[in-house]
């Protein structure tokens, strides 16, 4: 009877812990502040010209014990955005569009070039050097999340 009834506990316990992170989701989707996901180092290369696709690199880092999902991604300093990933097969690594970047659950994933990354199609400027720019971001659960984007020269 007792080992059942810790047993309960836990669950209930566990329970109030998956509600706690759906509300601080839900409270960062109101307020746009990202309490259950944290996007930091988000950054461009920088381009000579406009016109131009450039990758756009971050980490995501997930709080909740739910896994989330990057949906969309939308610049003022481009026209479109795609979400990619990159396979390797016979031949050289080939990028392909998808729908969403997978978020881990209590996780974290940084986006690169050679893995999942958002691909800025279009550019509307010249991206020099120290620049910044907003983008937006929506997550399937977390919401819209806004960040900052940095403009740098790759080493
Ligand atoms: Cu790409």
Known sequence: MAAIGAARRRYLNA?????????LANVSAFAGEGQALQVSNAWVPVSDTQGVDVPLLMTIK?????ADALLRVSCPAANFSEKHTVDRGEGAPAMRAIKSIPVPAAGEITLKPEAYH?????TRQVLAEGDTF??????QKAGKLE?????IRPR
């Open 62 to 66: 997930n709080q909740s014990t739910e």
């Open 15 to 23: 329970a109030q812990a998956g509600a706690l992170a759906f509300g």
């Open 118 to 122: 958002v691909m800025l199609l279009q």
């Open 147 to 151: 960040t900052e984007v940095h403009v």
């Open 134 to 139: 907003s983008c937006s971001l929506m997550f």
